[in-house]
């Protein structure tokens, strides 16, 4: 009895289903790009392999060792962008020299946790923005839950439909009901691609780097810089808003630190995980806060069976149909978009920079190769301090002028509140004194 109350302390089914649907997020939704970016480096099977091994024991490795570390869902990813940047930008580049991007960029990551620097940015971020910033990147997940019922209604909306039944009468497995009906709707319906499946396991290939300047301005710093801000900015604001105060620099001194030593496997880029991190730190992963965690490690078990097993395991995953993994991504997101938004739009001082931040991360605009969440923040920010420029004629804190009577505000028989998007924080705002700082 006391091995099965053990066991069940250890693996309790919904840390062990969020870690399952973390890893199954994470590597279908992207893994035919890493793929794309190791062909474009010209890598064989047998390299294909050895970067999954690689990637797969990085993810690990770093999702259980910090989970443990700080007892906090911390949970890794590579880096999508990065991969998608890769795919263009290594056609032509030798592998040997696309290493000694992998270890730049790393080697940088590594440095800007033992500086601190980008600690010190997000702290001073309002906590109102950065779950703005959230929402904004969620917000695909959770709309594609719905597109794709128009796609397959029969795979997308019995997982729905399931999900909701379970949220009433067993909500601790309302995802994992959801995701077992979508695999057996799927495979009812068909749609899963299973011709080039066969089992093997990696041999990891080590490549000598070759830190040739060219490729190190082209690749290695744009590398750097798309995993920071597309990656590691939001997978801080996942964890801020979700009310972990962990420190930012270790964990970014340990991605980095990982990073290198794997880069000559294939590591292209290891970063704290963004998406999948907001299903392991969600109540559906457990009903107490502080065991949360364990979602997050057995995400870093599910990643080293990904490792273990190299190309069969991303085959496999790649293989199962694209609805279902759309479905369960955004059923197992649903709690993480409603509280960030809840969150982004609760204070009345930062409500207008929280929605602009919102909007702009939302539209996945892409300037000088950097993703929405990096100009997405920077629109919120820039509009918070619109709103704080002084009035010329206006005396420092001074009143502003009374805003103007609504038809709703007189049909309600009240009048506005006097807080608002550039108010001074007005008695009335629903966010206690202290707590917009992240």
Not at 90 to 96: A, N, T
Not at 232 to 237: C, E, I, T, Y
Not at 319 to 336: D, K, N, S
């Amino acid at each position: 009895m006391k091995v099965l109350a053990s066991l069940r302390s250890a693996a309790p089914a919904p840390a062990v289903t969020a870690g399952l649907v973390t890893v199954l997020v994470g590597v279908t939704s992207s893994a035919a790009v890493v793929f794309s970016a190791a062909r474009a480096a010209g890598a064989d099977a047998s390299e294909l392999a050895s970067w999954m091994f690689a990637l797969g024991l990085g993810l690990g490795v770093t999702s259980i060792g910090l989970s443990l570390r700080y007892r906090t869902p911390i949970v890794t990813a590579w880096s999508t962008p990065g991969a998608a940047l890769l795919a263009t930008g290594l056609v032509g580049v030798p592998m040997s020299q696309a290493v000694g991007a992998f270890l730049l960029s790393s080697l940088l990551i590594l440095v800007s946790g033992v500086t601190g620097w980008f600690a010190r940015v997000m702290d001073a971020l309002p906590v109102p923005l950065t779950a703005a910033l959230l929402a904004g990147v969620l917000l695909q997940f959770g709309t594609d839950l719905f597109t794709a019922m128009h796609g397959r209604f029969a795979v997308a909306f019995p997982m729905f439909a399931a999900y909701l039944l379970a949220r009433r009468l067993l909500p601790r497995y309302a995802v994992l009901a959801a995701l077992a009906v979508g695999v057996a709707a799927t495979t009812v319906t068909g749609g899963w691609h299973t011709a080039g499946l066969r089992l093997s396991a990696p041999a990891p290939v080590f490549t000598t780097p070759d830190l040739d300047w060219r490729v190190l301005l082209s690749v290695g710093i744009p590398l750097y810089v798309v995993t920071m801000t597309g990656q590691n900015l939001p997978g801080v604001a996942v964890l801020r808003n979700s009310g972990y105060d962990v420190p930012v620099s270790p964990l970014l001194g340990w991605t980095g630190a990982v990073n290198a030593v794997l880069a000559p496997f294939g590591a292209f880029g290891l970063n704290l995980a963004a998406i999948t991190a907001a299903i392991c730190t969600g109540e559906q992963a457990h009903p107490d806060r502080s065991r949360r965690y364990l979602a997050a490690v057995w995400a870093g078990v599910f990643y080293l069976c990904v490792a273990a097993l190299g190309g069969t395991i991303g085959a496999l995953l790649t293989a199962m149909p694209r609805e279902l993994v759309l479905g369960i991504a955004g059923i197992g997101l649903l709690g993480t978009i409603g509280s960030s938004l809840h969150t982004a739009l609760g204070d009345e001082r930062h409500r207008e920079a929280a929605v602009v931040t919102f909007l702009a991360t939302a539209s996945g605009m892409t300037l000088l190769g950097i993703g929405s969440a990096f100009w997405g923040l920077l629109a919120g920010v820039c509009t918070l301090l619109a709103a704080r420029l002084p009035v010329p004629g206006r005396r420092p804190g001074a009143p502003g002028p009374a805003p103007e009577r609504t038809a709703v505000a007189d049909e309600a028989g009240g009048s506005p509140s006097p807080g608002g998007p550039t108010g001074d924080g007005a008695p009335g705002s629903s966010v206690p004194a202290g707590s917009t700082g992240a």
